[in-house]
């Protein structure tokens, strides 16, 4: 059975940080690149952050580049998102993804949101 996980979101105030972890397990994890996405209010569902399967290549929305490194484990089938600076407008709800050549696969979701 195939399970993404989603931990670590939560309230911030403006300029703070937050990490998000995804567990992963029923699929060959390291076979799969790892993605987050977010959906804001009233807004599509927009990819934050990729992983290749291996962790050599990554690749950002502008939004977040610079501030929103992804990185992964594949010993522990894990990747994470570590948030920083964060502003009003990340807040959203969080997903972590895992896209392999036949399948893609969604967690449940982590809300994050950012108010003073």
């Known amino acids: 059975q195939v399970r993404l996980v989603e931990s670590g979101g939560g309230l911030v105030q403006p300029g703070g940080s937050l990490r998000l972890s995804c567990a992963a397990s029923?699929?060959?994890?390291?076979?799969?690149?790892m993605s987050w996405y977010r959906q804001a209010p009233g807004k599509e569902r927009e990819l934050v952050a990729v992983?290749?399967?291996?962790?050599?290549?990554?690749n950002y929305a502008d939004s977040v580049k610079g501030r929103f490194p992804i990185s992964r484990d594949n010993v522990k089938n894990m990747v994470s998102l570590q948030m920083n600076s964060l502003k009003p407008e990340d807040t959203a709800v969080y997903y972590c993804?895992?896209?392999?050549?036949?399948?893609?696969?969604w967690g449940q979701g982590t809300q994050v949101s950012v108010s003073s």
């Open positions: 992983i290749s399967g291996t962790g050599g290549r990554t």
């Open positions: 029923g699929f060959t994890f390291s076979s799969y690149a």
């Open positions: 993804s895992g896209r392999g050549l036949a399948y893609t696969y």
